[in-house]
């Protein structure tokens, strides 16, 4: 399956044709790999143009931790993190992605140059489809809750065909949604294994195909299975990603962008023409 996502501007995305690779940039002073680093427009341009020249298709920017036990932070604060960033990510000419589960941070990133919403509440702010609908921009939807007891995959499919029905409910075109099973939100560490090791269910059903995006870079789960620190988990994120591409997902979202890129383009040219 293969689609061009319009883009704000005249910009195109071709989802499906290769696998694309989403580079973190990460505007806080708390995320669990790089907080901190990136906080100027200087170090966050810079190292946005380091990512684009790895190999990244699309850069994702967040100015709140999602991590475990992170300070939230209110929208005005995480806006002003972005505010005179986003503008000079833009000149770049790569898709941005903005990272916020706040609908009227979403559209201030819109306004200034962003094109997706990266929503790991998975539309669960119904605003937020309001806003995508505004602006006719794609969303990537997070699963981050258990909505019941049953088997994990269950869940997250459980979820994601709500986040359908509350598109529809609001006439917004399901067919701008990428999913994301979310990858340590809302799951044990086992439960985390169990969606990695089962990706290709989420990929179709109920008739329908869907486009998957995975963010599992240096995260615990990786800690979990193999003992390794936070700063030592790049070649198993990469060895997830190729496990990924393999059961159907479309993108990944990594911080270490021109090792992936590099294994990526290669596990593609394997596929079947």
Known sequence: MEKIFNLRGGRKL???????????????PDSFSDGGKFLSVDAAT??????????????????????????????????AR???????????GVPISIDTYKPEV????????????????GLEDLRMIDVAKKFGAPVIAGHFERCCKCDI?????KFFKRTLANCEAHGFDA????????????KTQEENLTVL???????????????LMLGVSRKSVIGY????????????????????????????????????????????????V
Do not use: Y
């Open 14 to 28: 071709t989802v499906g044709a290769k696998t694309l690779v989403m580079g973190i940039l990460n505007v806080t």
């Open 46 to 79: 810079n190292h946005a143009a380091e990512l684009i020249a790895d190999g990244a298709d699309i850069i994702d920017v967040g100015a709140e931790s999602t991590r475990p036990n992170a300070t939230l932070v209110d929208a005005a604060e995480e806006f």
């Open 82 to 92: 972005l505010e005179n960033i986003l503008p000079a990510l833009r000149n770049f």
């Open 106 to 121: 979403a559209a201030q990133a819109l306004e200034l140059g962003a094109d997706i919403i990266n929503d790991v509440h």
């Open 153 to 157: 995959i269950c869940d997250v499919k």
């Open 175 to 186: 067919s701008q949604i990428i999913f994301d099973p979310g990858i340590g939100f809302g």
């Open 197 to 211: 090791r089962r990706l290709n269910e989420l990929k179709t059903f109920d008739g329908r195909e869907n486009f």
């Open 225 to 272: 299975a193999t003992g390794f620190e936070v700063d030592e988990r790049d070649e198993a994120t990469g060895a997830l990603c190729v496990h990924a591409i393999e059961r159907g997902v479309d993108i990944v979202r990594v911080h270490n962008v021109k090792m992936i890129s590099r294994m990526c383009k290669m596990i593609d040219s394997l596929k079947e």
